[in-house]
């Protein structure tokens, strides 16, 4: 199977059924394990992307967050929220079939703290530097959630089983 292709499929059937033109197909073993079109337009869940859908139906049918071994299929260059989803789930691939330059003529989704073109460097900048508001209340025992977790892993501060760049 031509799991790009494939990919276009579900964007393109989507985007005849009312929906947005995104798509996810993650395969492992040479089989589809997960795939989903965008879906916010049909749930009006701003987190319903094609990428998170997918990943979450992956994760749950592996019984895992972790996709190492396998390789995900998507529509264009992710936007952050789905990048930082496919860095955390740690596949081995992530095959991008367009770029935001290539679409940019036929859709744009601008959002009043959100523009694709310069959402990277508002990123980058401080939290107290951005344009979305956000206010830091320092509360310890917000820390003391972290050291109960700590406590109840036998004092290990690392996820087990997590996959890491060492």
Not at 37 to 54: F, R, S
Request: proline residues 7%.
């Amino acid at each position: 199977m031509d799991f790009a292709r494939h990919t276009i499929d579900i964007a393109r059937r989507n985007v005849a059924e009312g929906g947005r033109p995104f798509a996810t197909v993650i395969v492992k073993d040479g089989q589809i394990l997960a795939e989903s079109p965008n879906k916010v337009a049909q749930t009006n869940d701003p987190t319903a992307h094609a990428e998170i859908l997918a990943i979450r139906e992956a994760c749950t049918k592996l019984g895992t967050e972790h996709l190492t071994g396998a390789t995900i299929y998507i529509l264009a260059l992710p936007c952050p929220m789905c990048l930082g989803a496919l860095y955390y789930c740690s596949p081995d691939e992530v095959v991008f079939l367009t770029t935001r330059d290539a679409y940019e003529p036929h859709y744009v989704d601008d959002r009043k703290y959100f523009e694709l073109g310069t959402f990277y460097a508002e990123f980058a900048k401080p939290w107290d530097q951005r344009r979305l508001p956000m206010r830091h209340e320092p509360l310890e025992e917000a820390v003391d959630v972290y050291r109960l977790w700590q406590d109840a892993n036998g004092g290990e501060r690392r996820v087990a089983g997590a996959p890491t760049a060492h």
